[in-house]
C-alpha cells in the first residue's frame, strides 16, 4: 500500500495557483526539453517544485531545494483494447514517463512528462513516488515485467508471460497475493470495464472514452481512456490533469492507513 496521499497531487492549472504552487499568471508553461529528464531539472521545473513542496507551509520555499533523482520511467496504464479482447493487444499502454523529485525535508513528487510538439514537457506534479516505486518493486518481483496500474481500483501489478503479480495490496485483493493468469486478468477487467469502452453507452452519456469519473458514479467506474498524454496536449497548458477520482481513491487509501 502506497499511502499517498493526494490533497496537492494530480492538480488543475487553478488548483495550483490557489495553492501558492503556481503563480497567478498561471498561463505560463513548464518548458519543453529534448528528454524527459532535461524538462524535470530545468530550472522553471525546480522553481515550480519548491513552491509546490512549499504549499502546506511544511517548510520554507527558499528551503525546499528540490532534486530530480535518477531517470525517468515509463508509466503503463490498463488499455482499453485489452480490456476489449483485441487481438494481439498489450495488458497497457505508456502515457506517459515519470520522474522522482525530492525536497530538503525528505518530501517526494512524482514529475509526469509527455511528449509535445515541442519537446518534453512536465504535465502534472503528483505527491509520492508511486510511479517510480512500482516500476523498481517490478523489477525485483518479476525482472523484465511490464509494470502497470489499473487505475479504477488504484492497483499496481507486474506482468511478464502469461503470469500477472499484485504489487499493492489493492492488486492482492483483485487477485490473490500469488497473482493470476494474463488470461483470467482480462477476463476480470473485460467484466468489470468492457461495459465502459469507448463507444459504449457509458462513454455516450458523458463519460469521456467511456472510462472517465462521472460526478455521481462510484470510483470503480474511473478510468484511463482519457489519457495523460492527449488530455495535456488537448489543453495546451501545464499541469492540465483533473482525475479527481483518482485522487478521491487515494485519499480514501490514505485514510485507511491512518
Request: charged fraction near 20%; glycine fraction near 12%.
Amino acid at each position: 500500500m502506497n499511502g499517498r496521499a493526494i490533497g496537492a497531487g494530480l492538480l488543475t492549472t487553478a488548483a495550483l495557483v490557489a495553492l501558492g504552487a503556481l503563480p497567478a499568471a498561471a498561463a505560463e508553461t513548464l518548458p519543453s526539453a529534448p528528454t524527459p529528464e532535461q524538462a524535470a531539472s530545468a530550472p522553471q521545473t525546480l522553481d515550480t517544485l519548491s513552491r509546490f513542496f512549499a504549499r502546506d507551509g511544511a517548510l520554507a520555499r527558499s528551503a525546499a531545494a528540490p532534486r530530480v533523482e535518477g531517470g525517468s520511467v515509463p508509466v503503463r496504464i490498463l488499455s482499453p483494447d485489452f480490456v476489449a479482447g483485441k487481438a494481439g493487444a498489450p495488458v497497457a499502454r505508456v502515457e506517459f514517463r515519470a520522474s522522482r523529485a525530492v525536497a530538503s525535508d525528505g518530501q517526494k513528487a512524482s514529475l509526469w512528462t509527455v511528449k509535445q510538439p515541442g519537446g518534453w514537457q512536465v504535465v502534472n506534479i503528483a505527491t509520492g513516488d508511486d510511479e517510480i516505486r512500482y516500476a523498481e518493486q517490478g523489477g525485483r518481483v518479476l525482472p523484465g515485467g511490464l509494470v502497470f496500474r489499473e487505475p479504477q481500483i488504484d492497483a499496481w501489478y507486474v506482468q511478464k508471460g502469461a503470469k500477472v503479480l499484485p504489487l499493492d495490496e489493492d492488486a492482492v485483493r483483485a487477485v490473490g497475493k500469488n497473482g493470476t493468469s494474463l488470461a483470467a486478468y482480462r477476463s476480470r477487467v473485460a467484466e468489470a470495464y468492457g461495459d465502459k469502452l469507448p463507444g459504449s453507452a457509458y462513454a455516450k452519456k458523458g463519460a469521456a472514452g467511456g472510462y472517465a469519473p462521472q460526478a455521481d458514479a462510484p470510483a470503480a467506474h474511473e478510468g484511463p481512456a482519457v489519457t495523460v498524454a492527449s488530455t495535456a496536449a488537448g489543453a495546451g497548458a501545464v499541469l492540465a490533469l483533473g482525475l479527481i477520482g483518482t485522487a478521491a481513491i487515494r485519499r480514501r487509501r490514505a485514510a485507511r492507513e491512518s
